[in-house]
C-alpha cells in the first residue's frame, strides 16, 4: 500500500510498531552541524498545538538533525507551525540553509566542494554539473536504499520512472526530482473587456495578436484619454519573452524538421520567425522599448494588474485576478491557451513533455543519516504532507479539507507563521514549491502502478472553498499540460553541460541585436547568429543528441 494513500492518524497499533522500527534508521553520524551565517537556524524540536501525530516517533529516540539546503528560504523552523508541526510528524529536527536565487549554483559548488556538512540539497540540475558530481562522487547514489520499495514507495517509483529517466546516471539513482507541471503554471491571461472595447476576439495567430498588439496600444483600451496602454510588457528576462518566442516555435530544446533531420530550436526558421514579429512590434512602437534592460522579473505582471496593459503572465490566476480586480474592478480575464501560434511551426503549446521536474533533491556524501533523510522527503511526496506544506494545519490554518478544496482557511492563521509577500503558494505557505514537489495537490501513485506521467496529470488540485466558487482559473497548471509540445531529445546531455553557459550568453546578446539594430541588417544578424553558436559548442551538442537518436531507436 501507498504512503501516499495512508492516513498516519489512523495506523493500528501492530502497525505502528512495525513503522518505529523501520523508519528509525541510522542515527546521526554527528548530531552538529556546521554554522552557516545564512542558516535559518536549527529547529527546537517543539511541535505545535494540532495535527497528525510523527511517523517513526519514538519516545526514546532524539529527532533526526537535517540540514537541508533550498534557494531562497525565508522561513524559520524554530517558530514557523507548519515546519513545527513537519518536524513532529517526521521527528526531524530541521536547519534550512539557503542563498538568493542569484547565488545559488556558487553556494552549492561550494558546499560540495568544501564538504560542509549537509544532509539533503534542492539542486538546479540546469546550473549546477549534476551528472559531474555524481560521477566524482560528491553525491551519494541512492540505489541500495531505494531497493526497499515498502519503506520508500513514493520515491522510488520517481526515481526510476519512464519520465525521470535522464536523472539516471550510468544506470544509477543520484536524486529524486522534484514533482513539476510543465512550464509551472505559467500562462497568459488577456483582458477580454479590453478586447470587447476595441472590436477584437481572443487571438488564435499571429495576424490576430499583431492586431491585439496594435488596438490595445493606439485605441485607448482603457478609457482613460491617454496613451499610457500597451497590449503586453514584454522583458528579455521574463516570462513573457518566452511566451513571444514560441509563436513560431515549440518550446523545446531539440526538435525534427519535415525532412526528418535534427533541429536545435534556438537556430530554426521558426524561431528567426519569431524574433522577426517581435522586431516588427518593436520597431512599430506597440511595445515599450526597454525590452532588454528590465530588471525587475516582477514589473511585467505587476504593469498588468496596475491595468495599464492587457495580457499578463501569472503562474497563479487564483491571486493576480484578485488583484486586477482590485485596481480595475471592470476587469475580465481569458487565459490565452493555446497560446496564439504560427500552425506552420508549432501547436501552441507552452510546455514539452519533458518539464515535469524543477530541481532535484540530492544527497551529499556528508549526509549524515540517509534512511532518515529519505524518509522525510517520502513524507513529504504523501497526501498528508503535501496538505501540510501547502495549507497548514487542520484546526489551525483551515477548518476541514474535502476532495482538493479546503474550507475556512484562515488569513489570520496563516499571517502569524507567513508573509505573503514571501511567495505563498495559492492555498498558502510559501514552501508549498522546492522541498519535493510543486505540483499543488495531491496524487494518487496507487492508481497508476507503472505509469507516473498519468498519476501527474491526474492529480487533485488543491483550491480554496472561495476560489473553488470565484475562481474559473484554479486549475491552470494541469490546463497547459493538455495541449504540450514534444521534447525530441529527453537526456541530460554532457556537451550541454559544457557550452550552455556560454550559447545562452551568445543568444542573449544576438537577440537584443536582432531586434534593435535597423531591419535591413535582419538577416545578416541571424546568419552570424547561427554561425556564432555552431562555433561555440552547437556543433558538439548536435554530435552528442545525434548519437543519443540512434542509440534509443529514435
Given at each position: 500500500?501507498?504512503?501516499?494513500?495512508?492516513?498516519?492518524?489512523?495506523?493500528?497499533?501492530a502497525?505502528?510498531?512495525?513503522?518505529?522500527?523501520?523508519?528509525?534508521?541510522?542515527?546521526?553520524?554527528?548530531?552538529?552541524?556546521?554554522?552557516?551565517?545564512?542558516?535559518?537556524?536549527?529547529?527546537?524540536?517543539?511541535?505545535?498545538?494540532a495535527?497528525?501525530?510523527?511517523?517513526?516517533?519514538?519516545?526514546?529516540?532524539?529527532?533526526?538533525?537535517?540540514?537541508?539546503?533550498?534557494?531562497?528560504?525565508?522561513?524559520?523552523?524554530?517558530?514557523?507551525?507548519?515546519?513545527?508541526?513537519?518536524?513532529?510528524?517526521?521527528?526531524?529536527?530541521?536547519?534550512?540553509?539557503?542563498?538568493?536565487?542569484?547565488?545559488?549554483?556558487?553556494?552549492?559548488?561550494?558546499m560540495?566542494?568544501?564538504?560542509?556538512?549537509?544532509?539533503?540539497?534542492?539542486?538546479?540540475?540546469?546550473?549546477?554539473?549534476?551528472?559531474?558530481?555524481?560521477?566524482?562522487g560528491?553525491?551519494?547514489?541512492?540505489?541500495?536504499?531505494?531497493?526497499?520499495?515498502?519503506?520508500?514507495?513514493?520515491?522510488?517509483?520517481?526515481?526510476?520512472?519512464?519520465?525521470?529517466?535522464?536523472?539516471?546516471?550510468?544506470?544509477?539513482?543520484?536524486?529524486?526530482?522534484?514533482?513539476?507541471?510543465?512550464?509551472?503554471?505559467?500562462?497568459?491571461?488577456?483582458?477580454?473587456?479590453?478586447?470587447?472595447?476595441?472590436?477584437?476576439?481572443?487571438?488564435?495567430?499571429?495576424?490576430?495578436?499583431?492586431?491585439?498588439?496594435?488596438?490595445?496600444?493606439?485605441?485607448?483600451?482603457?478609457?482613460?484619454?491617454?496613451?499610457?496602454?500597451?497590449?503586453?510588457?514584454?522583458?528579455?528576462?521574463?516570462?513573457?519573452?518566452?511566451?513571444?518566442?514560441?509563436?513560431?516555435?515549440?518550446?523545446?530544446?531539440?526538435?525534427?524538421?519535415?525532412?526528418?533531420?535534427?533541429?536545435?530550436?534556438?537556430?530554426?526558421?521558426?524561431?528567426?520567425?519569431?524574433?522577426?514579429?517581435v522586431?516588427?512590434?518593436?520597431?512599430?512602437?506597440?511595445?515599450?522599448?526597454?525590452?532588454?534592460?528590465?530588471?525587475?522579473?516582477?514589473?511585467?505582471?505587476?504593469?498588468?494588474?496596475?491595468?495599464?496593459s492587457?495580457?499578463?503572465?501569472?503562474?497563479?490566476?487564483?491571486?493576480?485576478?484578485?488583484?486586477?480586480?482590485?485596481?480595475?474592478?471592470?476587469?475580465?480575464?481569458?487565459?490565452?491557451?493555446?497560446?496564439?501560434?504560427?500552425?506552420?511551426?508549432?501547436?501552441?503549446?507552452?510546455?514539452?513533455?519533458?518539464?515535469?521536474?524543477?530541481?532535484?533533491?540530492?544527497?551529499?556524501?556528508?549526509?549524515?543519516?540517509?534512511?532518515?533523510?529519505?524518509?522525510?522527503?517520502?513524507?513529504?511526496?504523501?497526501?498528508?504532507?503535501?496538505?501540510?506544506?501547502?495549507?497548514?494545519?487542520?484546526?489551525?490554518?483551515?477548518?476541514?479539507?474535502?476532495?482538493?478544496?479546503?474550507?475556512?482557511i484562515?488569513?489570520?492563521?496563516?499571517d502569524?507563521?507567513?508573509?505573503?509577500?514571501?511567495?505563498?503558494?495559492?492555498?498558502?505557505h510559501?514552501?508549498?514549491?522546492?522541498?519535493?514537489?510543486?505540483?499543488?495537490?495531491?496524487?494518487?501513485?496507487?492508481?497508476?502502478?507503472?505509469?507516473?506521467?498519468?498519476?501527474?496529470?491526474?492529480?487533485?488540485?488543491?483550491?480554496?472553498?472561495?476560489?473553488?466558487?470565484?475562481?474559473?482559473?484554479?486549475e491552470?497548471?494541469?490546463?497547459?499540460?493538455?495541449?504540450?509540445?514534444?521534447?525530441?531529445?529527453?537526456?541530460?546531455?554532457?556537451t550541454?553541460?559544457?557550452?550552455?553557459?556560454?550559447?545562452s550568453?551568445?543568444?542573449?546578446?544576438?537577440?537584443?541585436?536582432?531586434?534593435?539594430?535597423?531591419?535591413?541588417?535582419?538577416?545578416?544578424?541571424?546568419?552570424?547568429?547561427?554561425?556564432?553558436?555552431?562555433?561555440?559548442?552547437?556543433?558538439e551538442?548536435?554530435?552528442?543528441?545525434?548519437?543519443?537518436?540512434?542509440?534509443?531507436?529514435?
Amino acid at each position: 500500500m501507498m504512503e501516499s494513500k495512508r492516513k498516519w492518524s489512523q495506523v493500528p497499533g501492530a502497525l505502528v510498531l512495525t513503522l518505529l522500527l523501520a523508519l528509525s534508521g541510522c542515527t546521526a553520524a554527528s548530531n552538529s552541524s556546521e554554522a552557516n551565517p545564512q542558516s535559518t537556524g536549527p529547529a527546537s524540536g517543539n511541535s505545535s498545538e494540532a495535527g497528525e501525530p510523527r511517523t517513526g516517533d519514538a519516545a526514546a529516540e532524539e529527532p533526526t538533525e537535517i540540514r537541508f539546503f533550498r534557494v531562497a528560504v525565508t522561513q524559520d523552523p524554530t517558530k514557523d507551525r507548519v515546519l513545527l508541526e513537519l518536524q513532529k510528524r517526521t521527528n526531524t529536527k530541521l536547519e534550512f540553509v539557503t542563498a538568493p536565487w542569484d547565488q545559488q549554483a556558487t553556494k552549492v559548488n561550494t558546499m560540495l566542494a568544501s564538504g560542509e556538512v549537509i544532509d539533503v540539497i534542492s539542486m538546479d540540475d540546469g546550473a549546477v554539473d549534476y551528472i559531474g558530481h555524481a560521477r566524482n562522487g560528491t553525491i551519494l547514489p541512492l540505489d541500495d536504499y531505494l531497493k526497499d520499495t515498502e519503506r520508500y514507495p513514493i520515491e522510488s517509483m520517481i526515481a526510476y520512472d519512464n519520465v525521470y529517466q535522464k536523472f539516471l546516471v550510468d544506470g544509477k539513482s543520484y536524486g529524486i526530482p522534484c514533482l513539476n507541471q510543465p512550464g509551472g503554471g505559467w500562462v497568459a491571461g488577456i483582458r477580454k473587456d479590453w478586447l470587447d472595447k476595441v472590436g477584437l476576439d481572443v487571438p488564435t495567430n499571429l495576424d490576430e495578436l499583431y492586431e491585439v498588439f496594435r488596438a490595445f496600444k493606439e485605441e485607448d483600451p482603457d478609457g482613460n484619454g491617454q496613451d499610457d496602454t500597451y497590449a503586453m510588457i514584454v522583458a528579455q528576462i521574463f516570462d513573457s519573452w518566452g511566451l513571444m518566442m514560441r509563436l513560431s516555435s515549440p518550446p523545446v530544446t531539440w526538435m525534427e524538421n519535415e525532412d526528418g533531420s535534427l533541429q536545435y530550436t534556438g537556430t530554426s526558421e521558426g524561431q528567426k520567425a519569431s524574433l522577426r514579429f517581435v522586431k516588427r512590434l518593436y520597431d512599430e512602437g506597440l511595445i515599450n522599448q526597454d525590452v532588454f534592460t528590465i530588471r525587475d522579473r516582477d514589473y511585467c505582471l505587476n504593469d498588468f494588474t496596475a491595468g495599464h496593459s492587457g495580457i499578463g503572465f501569472s503562474p497563479m490566476w487564483a491571486k493576480s485576478l484578485t488583484e486586477v480586480k482590485a485596481n480595475c474592478p471592470e476587469a475580465e480575464v481569458e487565459l490565452l491557451f493555446p497560446a496564439p501560434h504560427d500552425p506552420r511551426y508549432t501547436n501552441g503549446a507552452t510546455v514539452n513533455d519533458a518539464g515535469w521536474s524543477w530541481l532535484v533533491n540530492v544527497l551529499p556524501k556528508t549526509c549524515r543519516n540517509p534512511e532518515r533523510v529519505l524518509d522525510l522527503l517520502e513524507y513529504l511526496n504523501t497526501d498528508e504532507g503535501r496538505k501540510l506544506m501547502c495549507t497548514g494545519i487542520e484546526g489551525i490554518h483551515y477548518d476541514r479539507y474535502e476532495d482538493g478544496v479546503f474550507y475556512g482557511i484562515s488569513q489570520e492563521e496563516q499571517d502569524k507563521d507567513w508573509d505573503p509577500k514571501d511567495g505563498e503558494g495559492p492555498t498558502g505557505h510559501p514552501l508549498w514549491w522546492g522541498l519535493t514537489s510543486t505540483i499543488n495537490g495531491t496524487i494518487d501513485f496507487e492508481a497508476y502502478p507503472g505509469d507516473l506521467l498519468s498519476a501527474m496529470q491526474n492529480c487533485v488540485t488543491f483550491v480554496s472553498e472561495e476560489d473553488k466558487a470565484d475562481n474559473p482559473f484554479y486549475e491552470q497548471r494541469k490546463m497547459i499540460c493538455e495541449v504540450m509540445a514534444h521534447e525530441l531529445i529527453d537526456a541530460k546531455l554532457e556537451t550541454a553541460s559544457t557550452y550552455s553557459g556560454k550559447l545562452s550568453s551568445i543568444s542573449n546578446e544576438y537577440q537584443s541585436r536582432l531586434i534593435l539594430e535597423p531591419a535591413e541588417n535582419f538577416d545578416a544578424i541571424w546568419d552570424e547568429y547561427v554561425e556564432q553558436m555552431h562555433a561555440n559548442g552547437l556543433d558538439e551538442m548536435y554530435e552528442e543528441a545525434g548519437q543519443w537518436l540512434k542509440e534509443n531507436g529514435k
